[in-house]
Each structure stands twice: as C-alpha cells, then as structure tokens.
C-alpha cells in the first residue's frame, strides 16, 4: 500500500510536469494559457482510482499469498518447460539461464517480480499496437471520401443546387466520356419524415451512384427509403420499420425503412438543410413536388446534381477539364451557371485530420512508462540476484555470459509481450474503431498496418537488449568472492 500511495503521488508529479505540453495539435498555438496546469478535480480522482484499485489488488494478494495459507516453506519450483525445450536444442548456457530469470521468481530473498515486468511489458504492446491500428484506420477514413459519404469522384451542380441539368443531354455527354465509370441524378430538399424535417437527396431506384450503405440494402422500390443512422434515432424506428414522408400539406406516403447509409456532406447554398453522415435520407424523387425540383421552371428539366464516380486509373486532371466541359455545355438559361464540386468534407472529418500524431504520442507515453518498469524490473533482478550470480561466476560464467544471460531475460520479457500483446492489440485496436466509427456514422472499416506492427516488435526487441545493457553490465561486475564470504 505504501508503494501505491508513493506512486501515485508521484503520477501527481510527473502529471504536472508535463503538463506544459498539453494541449497537442494545431489548438496550441491558440491556447490562451500552455504553461503548468492544476486540474484537481481529475488528478484527486486518478488518485483515488490508483489508490483503490492497486491497493485492492495488493491486499487481495497479500491474503493469498499469508503464510497461515502457503505454508511456512515454499516447495522448490520446478524448471518450466521452455527453459527445457530451450537447454534440449542446445542453447547456450547463458540464454538458459536468462529465461529462467525471466520467467521464474526465484527464492524468498531474491524473489524478483518477474510476472509484473511480463504483465509490464505485455499491456505496453496491446497499447502501442491498438493506438496504432486505430490511428491507422483514422488516417484511412480521412483519405477516402468514399467512407464518410462522398461515394463518388466529382458531382455536377445546378444552379448552387436549385437548378436543372438537361437530363438528356447530360446522359448522352456522361455515357460517352470515356473516364466516366458510372453517374446518378439527385434533387435536393427537405421532408417531413415522421413529423421531423430531414434534408433528402432525392434520387432513382437501383441508382448505380449512391450512398454507402451502413445497414441494409439501397432502396429499389418507390415505396423506400434510406435514412441515416443519426434521422433513424432521432425518429425511434428500426430498419424495416414503416415511416410517413410528406412535403407540408401534401398527401403523405407510407415508406419501408430498407436501410441506413452515411450520407455525404453536399454542400450547396441553395439548399436549406444539408444531409451530413448520420443526417438525411435517400428517397424516390417524385416525392419532392415539381415547384421544389424545377424552381426556375426551366426546360429541359432535370436533377439539381449528378454524382459522377470516374474509372480507377485514369487520369484525373483529363477527367476533371472534361467535367467542366459538360457542365458548360448542359447550363440552360435561368439556371446561373452549373459547376464541378469536388469532396466535401464534413465538419468532423476535418477535425479528425487536425488530431496529426496525437494518438500516437500517447501511446508512446505509454510505452516509455512499461519501458522505464522493464529497466527497474531488471535492476532489481541483478541486485537480488546477487548471490546466484556470483554462484556462477564461481562456476566459470564469464562477465559476457552474465550480460548475455540478462539481455535474455529482457529479451524473453518482450518477446511473451509481444506474443500475447500483439494479437490482443490488433483486435482492440479493431473493437474501438468499430465502435467509434459507429457512434459518429461512417463506415466502418478498420485498417491493420502489418509493416508498422513488424517495426514496432522489431524496435521493442532492440529496445528491451537496450534497457538490459546497463544491469548487464552491473550483473558483469559481481564480486562473487565478497558475496560468498559475506554468506
């Protein structure tokens, strides 16, 4: 308890010390206040948490663990099974005796916490390794439009949305453009669905470009409708369920929820209400009265914007002169002018992007805390350890066999974290994207960086001999001749 209570008034500490260089990211230089920073309420409450938690633990072991329960003598452990299978392919002496260190022990008086460094070092790579496919996964939702809603390249607009496109003549131009892979039409407006006015891209059935669907399927049917997870709350129904859409007084319809979708962030002036991922429904068009889709009553008539999704691989700079091209070709008077939107970012994905590397420096932080228990870990291994040390120097152990035999047992300490750790990490790092993809309604689709995950296990294997050079070192220079007299 004594040490619980120490740390965690050195967690105070260290807490405030760093507190300087919060907050990270592009809020900083706007900060009005970055030096020290006190917040008592959340430190008194980590305290706390520290203090009942690691306490409850120390007592629930010290209860176990009372002599009225073990025993008052310890029966001798036996040698566990990978320091067998290690001394029968013939490892050197050393690397055995360095796994044994790392995974037993040892007697009363050199009792060293082994398990609590391999515990250290295994949540240290669940962290590091879930931080990173999660930032990962972030990277990619932020670089491809396709999974917050934009599920297409470029998107003609008419009118800043109020306006005609020639349906006809823009078929015949779009169907003909060789770097054009698929397109649909869409009117914009607003619907009362269920009492609540929700933004609408009013669409075809089947429409070949369309919203990524979260749940469910498209709509295929003049009696459907395609809501986003956040309007699907909002009205307290399920998919399958059944909703009424009307526009004002006019007649309402009876429409079958078929599934959500992430609906993109289009934005356009003439439009009063914007659909924004979790915001908005796909509905069949004629839905919306003719005086909202044809507000100019222009002729040809046709939808205010077509999605346009272009063929992997091609040129994009010709695909977009292109683009322009058509839009000026199919702007009919009274429509003030049609023009080639690019993505559109919604304002949560481009707060995402502003987060950079802070996931990442917290697990680092994190890291170096299991990083700086492994080091202790293993200094008070060659401390209490003394005695069997200067048994095997009195044996022949040379100063590198003692050196080698601590860089083992941090090797070993790293390598059981990384087998448990990893796995673990990976699928953390997947159950919190999946939720947090989720709760702000894109789609959800984690990303597991497998050449980073190499490089990371890579450097704790350095990083771990790194931290055992210098108790190595103190191991190399036993004085076994003093020790034994002293016993």
Do not use: C
Not at 40 to 50: D, F, K, N, Y
Not at 462 to 477: C, D, E, F, K, S
Request: glycine share 12%.
């Amino acid at each position: 308890m004594g040490a619980v209570v120490v740390g965690a008034l050195v967690a105070i500490g260290v807490a405030v010390a760093l507190s300087p260089l919060a907050p990270l990211g592009p809020v900083r230089p706007y900060y009005p206040d970055p030096g020290v920073a006190f917040d008592w309420t959340v430190l008194s409450l980590g305290v706390a948490a520290l203090v009942v938690v690691l306490g409850s633990v120390a007592i629930v072991l010290a209860v176990q663990r009372a002599p009225q329960r073990t025993g008052t003598r310890r029966r001798p452990r036996a040698p566990s099974r990978i320091e067998g299978a290690a001394s029968a392919v013939g490892l050197p002496v050393s690397a055995v005796t360095g796994i044994r260190f790392a995974l037993e022990p040892g007697a009363e008086s050199e009792a060293v916490p082994v398990r609590s460094a391999i515990l250290g070092a295994t949540l240290a790579v669940v962290v590091i390794i879930a931080t990173v496919v999660f930032g990962s996964s972030l990277t990619s939702l932020v670089s491809h439009p396709r999974l917050y809603g934009w599920n297409w390249n470029y998107a003609l607009i008419a009118g800043g949305g109020v306006g005609d496109i020639p349906a006809a003549q823009s078929a015949t131009l779009l169907d003909h453009d060789p770097s054009v892979a698929a397109w649909s039409g869409y009117w914009f407006g607003n619907l009362q669905i269920d009492g609540l006015t929700v933004p609408v891209l009013g669409g075809s059935p089947g429409a070949s470009v369309a919203p990524p669907i979260l749940t469910g399927h498209g709509f295929d049917g003049p009696g459907q409708i395609v809501l986003g997870p956040g309007t699907l709350a909002q009205i307290h129904k399920s998919v399958g369920d059944s909703v009424t859409v009307r526009y004002g007084t006019t007649t309402p319809h009876l429409l079958r929820i078929v599934g959500t979708a992430t609906m993109p962030a289009v934005g356009v002036g003439g439009v009063t209400g914007h659909a924004s991922m979790g915001t908005g429904a796909v509905v069949p068009y004629q839905l919306l009265p003719t005086s909202v889709r044809n507000q100019f009553s222009v002729s040809p008539a046709g939808p205010n914007a077509e999605f346009v999704r272009l063929k992997p691989g091609g040129n994009a700079k010709i695909a977009l002169r292109s683009l322009n091209r058509i839009a000026a070709e199919v702007t009919p008077p009274g429509n003030n002018g049609s023009y080639v939107l690019g993505v559109e970012r919604p304002a949560e994905i481009v707060n995402y992007r502003s987060m950079g590397a802070t996931p990442l420096i917290l697990g680092l932080g994190l890291t170096a805390g299991a990083v700086t228990a492994l080091g202790l870990t293993l200094v008070a291994s060659v401390r209490r350890r003394r005695r069997s040390m200067a048994m095997l120097r009195t044996l022949g152990f040379t100063g590198r066999q003692l050196r080698a035999s601590v860089a083992w047992q941090s090797s070993v300490a790293v390598v059981i974290g990384l087998v448990i750790g990893v796995p673990l990490g990976i699928v953390a790092g997947r159950f919190l994207w999946d939720l947090f993809a989720t709760n702000i309604y894109v789609v959800p689709r984690p990303t597991v960086p497998a050449l980073a995950i190499v490089a990371i296990a890579f450097g704790a294997l350095v990083l771990g001999n790194l931290v055992a050079a210098l108790p190595g070192r103190t191991a190399a220079r036993t004085p076994a001749a003093l020790l034994l007299r002293t016993e």
